[in-house]
């Protein structure tokens, strides 16, 4: 693409920018009264940020200080944008007429942040992105539904988020206390860097840091609904209107997971003793928490949201074995089943897809058939028997909820396949191969307990007898989100190198790269 | 036909995309032509599998594979996953016995009362003929990922046959079948890729790990280091944690004591078809794992745990039997013989030798024939009566002369009457049981014996208490078989008659293989 001469902070952000300004433009035509127009333009933004990205991919990276433009970002402005769409088809029926411009613009901008989140090379940057991302969505739970369990929704994930906010902000600031520098990594001329700085152990172990690190661990669990940051899921994701919660289940959790990406980066994936066993604890507890407490629901979207919480402790898995290739005796650090960080990106998109779709078949079906208000399907009472009147929807529920329950022949189960083999060579030869493997054990003795629940959703609507009056909603476009949601679990399982092949390259030099190296050190001890 | 292996899993996925175009009356025509002619194409691939055919170059286990298609599938990075089915004499008859017991319950599925009040007929064909696939697909596959993908493949169509068309307790035997399944295919899929990575090691290079399943038992290099008491998984010896989870994983699938109850309750809510399946088919797909998986590639750990595994099969036996004693319903009582029988495939692989292996495998196939005709005895009585308790039963025999000829021929093969199929499978389990080399084996036989008068005492009971006695007023006018069950139970009646009298032709299919097994086992 031959774009003239821009400043490099702009043609860093071109995609970011098209999104905003396509939200922003979203909210002028609704002033002027084109409401119609709101849900065509919010695809045409999407789309032509996916064409931008794609474009910018190709171009020279590390432009400016505050952008850290490399692969992981082009991975995840794709990923964002592709399921973004599918989001945006999925909500085409919830905002009423007039709310509409501002409902799309809202998920464009929360769309933005979690790009934003992947290019922030600074601290006071990576907040601000944190925040697009979750800020629109405190408005858009209120605006999904006329019902005052929205509103509850929306004031108990506005004071925790904004709570768990404070404590990232926290963190960051003693992060910065002990670096003495916001600046992620090493870009644009300038040396000094978190990264420089904690690659020297002395600050990496020093209690400053610890603190930093994790009060910035504990915000981001919020943002990934992991132990003990949980408490608000069910709530919240039972709240909000069902295609509302499938966007929920995505956006902040991708968001926090590529920042904890970026978090875990920058100490150069060294764990010390104590960090590794409080991410493995996370981990476990996440997973076997959110699935005990999944299992003792009665509600479809409380026991999918409390799924959610058990999902992102299979991603803290991958997350924990992290890039691979730093265990002594790992030969082949090529191996993409070695890398934890690719398996957790795969299973982060494939999570997204398949959760949209749950959520997207829940929304579907509705207890009054009105379009207006979101009355969908919530207790398996209401869902049971639906297979009768409306196969496919039922068909797309089972297909999504199977490949949540990690069931071949869906893209869930090769995600479940590449974040335990990960975990169980990354560390291999280790001390602590023994902890992963026994992370493996729980996480699959896990996958077969959540079985149990999935299957009860399945089994109200295939085995159960005809709710009276259940009906299918008659939005296209949800027909057309909900059935490409189906199609894409599926069609990942058959050919998951479309979806392996990308998230691997965009964390294949993460770990492996040296970070810092003495010089740079040196560098920053003479700056001060 | 070069891919004929791979054409022949998929017909059935051909035949329930039919189905599922098709109108809702021709499901079960469609169906029951597409399993006919699947049971057609399996039979033309005998000629290799028959003595001096290709199949018996005797090169050594895995080099003689027929039908072998091999393409890559999934290869991302250095993660190779193949298409790689093939099939050798142990994989093959369970192939035609599938194939043979699939169109047989296509069959039986006949004459549902819910085809008439319009209750899913092309749902319950679909699922089917999916079942089919998924079955098929895991005694061909040759590639372990594959063999994983397949065998969950399976779990569902079967959750939905019994969910939906099953008995009043459908939902809690569907579940409980489903979650103990998968309870024990977790445990495969850590083994799965414990497997891959340690193959990789090793080759010496993480670039040569393999999901090839022969390559783990043939490949000296793997099979050394598989079965080398000094490798190590979480501190374990890495073969015997190895074996231990595959065998959970297959154990549970046979089913073994203690984690067989799932059985008995999928069998009494199963619709008779589906539950000639689970019997005749599904079950064999545990002990097919042992011999194919378990046994061939850690031989070690299977000698270490042969004492174990051993008890487990005679705790089958004699349990399983006293069980049936004590079942008033018809089809409990079948299928807790089920369990009983399957024990002897245990005990017979749990001892390792010639003898065992092959009676084993003997007893999986005559099984295979006798418990299918046995659930559609029950069935076909139960169409009439509508009950199944075996109290209120009596004098059948007089009422239905035909019925109670074909039940009799049934049950004395299940029960192992000497000249049909049951005796063979036994009395090799025994003989080899009580020739093998370790210390406890003859105890262990003379257990197992004492089953065998056990099974005999329940089944004579039972034929005593429902076809023997007087006739009974409201069981007079019950019309005998009708042609199409009588089409259902002559072709395994006349096999458990050739089986029982001509052993050797069984026996000659697979007995190269099993020797081949043999010599990998003993070689390490």
Known sequence: MNIVALHPMVHGLLPELLLVGGASAILIVGVLGARALAFPLSILSAAGAIWMSTRLAILPAEATAALHIDSLVAFTRLCTLLVGVLILLVNRHVPEEREQPEYFSLILFSLAGIMLVSVANDLVLLFLALELVSVPTYILIGLSRKDVRAQEATGKYFFLGAFAAALMLYGFSFLYGAAGTMQLFPAGGETRSLAAALARPEILADKLTLVGLLLVIGGLAFKVAAVPMHFYVADVYQGAASAMTGMLGFVPKFAGFIALIRVFSMTGWVLSDGMFWLLWAMAALTMTVGNTLALMQQNVKRTLAYSSVAHSGYMLVALLAGPGGLAPNAADTESPLRNGLSAMLFYMVMYGVMNLGAFAAVSCLRKTGDEGDDDSVERLEDASGCARKHPWAALALAICLLSLMGMPPTGGFLGKLYVFSSAMSSEAGTARAMPMLALVIIGVLNSAIAAAYYLRIIAACYLGKPADGIRASRCRMLHVGLAACAVLVMALFLRPGVLFDRAHSAVADMGNKPLSTETSATAELTAK | ?524
């Open chain 2, 1 to 524: 036909m070069e891919h004929i292996l791979t054409w022949l899993i998929f017909l059935p996925l051909i035949g329930m995309v039919a189905v599922l175009i098709a109108p809702s009356s021709m499901a079960r025509g469609i169906a029951w032509m597409t399993t006919f002619i699947t049971f057609l194409v399996s039979c033309t691939m005998f000629g290799p599998f028959l003595p001096g055919g290709a199949a018996w170059t005797g090169d050594g286990y895995g080099k003689a594979m027929q039908f072998v298609h091999q393409t890559p599938w999934i290869h991302v990075g250095n993660f190779h996953i193949n298409w790689h089915v093939g099939l050798d004499g142990l994989s093959f008859p369970l192939i035609i016995l599938t194939t043979l017991i699939t169109w047989l319950s296509a069959w039986a599925s006949w004459n549902f009362d819910h085809w008439t009040n319009n209750k899913g007929a092309k749902g319950f064909f679909a699922l089917f003929l999916l079942l089919e696939t998924g079955v098929l697909g895991t005694f061909a596959s040759l590639d372990f990922f594959l063999f994983y993908i397949f065998w969950e493949v399976m779990l569902l169509p079967m959750y939905f046959l019994i969910g939906v068309w099953g008995g009043p307790r459908k939902e809690y035997a569907a579940i409980k079948f489903f979650l103990y399944t998968l309870a024990g295919s977790v445990l495969m899929l850590v083994a799965l890729i414990a497997m891959y990575f340690a193959s990789g090691t090793a080759m010496g290079d993480p670039g040569n790990s393999t999901f090839n399943i022969i390559d783990y038992a043939i490949n000296a290099k793997i099979h050394d280091y598989f079965n080398d008491t000094t490798t190590k998984f979480l501190g374990w010896t890495f073969g015997r944690a190895m074996f231990v989870m595959l065998f959970i994983g297959f154990m549970i699938k046979v089913p073994l004591f203690p984690t067989h109850t799932w059985l008995p309750d999928a069998h009494v809510e199963a619709p008779t078809p589906i539950s000639m399946i689970l019997a005749g088919v599904l079950l064999k797909l545990g002990a097919y794992g042992f011999l194919r998986v378990c046994y061939p590639i850690f031989p070690e750990a299977g000698k270490w745990a042969a004492y174990a595994v051993a008890t487990l099969g005679v705790i089958n036996i004699v349990y399983g039997a006293f069980c049936c004693l004590a079942q008033t319903d018809f089809k409990r009582l079948v299928a807790y013989s089920s369990i009983s029988h399957m024990g002897y495939v245990v005990l017979g692989t749990a001892i390792m030798t010639d003898v065992g292996f092959q009676g084993a495998m003997f007893q999986i196939l005559a099984h295979g024939v006798s418990s299918p005709m046995c659930f559609f005895l029950v069935g076909v009585i139960y169409d009439r009566a509508h009950h199944r308790d075996l109290n209120r039963f009596g004098g059948l025999w007089l009422a239905m002369p035909k019925y109670g000829s074909l039940a009799t021929l049934g049950f004395f093969a299940s029960l192992g009457l000497p000249a049909l199929c049951g005796f063979i499978g036994e009395i090799w389990v025994l003989l080899g049981t009580f020739n093998a080399g370790f210390p406890w084996a003859k105890p262990m036989a003379v257990i197992a014996a004492f089953g065998a008068i056990l099974t005999a005492a329940y089944i004579l009971w039972m034929i005593q208490r429902v076809y023997l006695g007087k006739k009974q007023e409201q069981y007079a006018d019950f019309p005998d078989v009708t042609a199409r069950e009588t089409a259902i139970l002559i072709p395994m009646a006349a096999l458990a008659i050739f089986m029982g009298v001509l052993p050797k032709y069984t026996f000659d299919l697979m007995n190269g293989t099993l020797s081949d097994i043999i010599k990998v086992i003993q070689g390490s």
